[in-house]
C-alpha cells in the first residue's frame, strides 16, 4: 500500500525551498503534491518558480495541475 502523506513531504519541500530556492526537484516535487490536493494556486506558484531553473520539468509539472495545461492531469499516475 502506497503511504500517501502529503501534508509531511509539503513540509519537507516547503523547507528545502526555503534553504535552496533553485533546487528544481523540491519545486517540482512540491508542484506535484499541491497538484494532487487540488491546490491549483499553489502548484501554479511552484511551476512559475521551477520554469526558469528547470524547463522541461516545468512542462512536465504543468500536465499534472488540474486545468493548466495539456496532460494527463491524472493525480492516480504521478510518476517521476
Known amino acids: 500500500r502506497l503511504l500517501k502523506d502529503y501534508n509531511n513531504a509539503a513540509t519537507y ?3 528545502v525551498v526555503q534553504i535552496a ?9 512540491l508542484g506535484l503534491i499541491y497538484a494532487v490536493q487540488n491546490n491549483r494556486p499553489a502548484a501554479m506558484k ?8 528547470d524547463a522541461e520539468k ?3 509539472l504543468l500536465g499534472y495541475i488540474p486545468g ?3 496532460g494527463s492531469g491524472d493525480k492516480n499516475s504521478i510518476k517521476n
Open 21 to 29: 530556492p533553485r533546487n528544481a526537484d523540491a519545486h517540482y516535487y
Open 46 to 53: 511552484e511551476y512559475e518558480a521551477l520554469r526558469p531553473l
Open 58 to 60: 516545468a512542462q512536465k
Open 13 to 15: 519541500y516547503r523547507a
Open 68 to 70: 493548466a495545461g495539456s
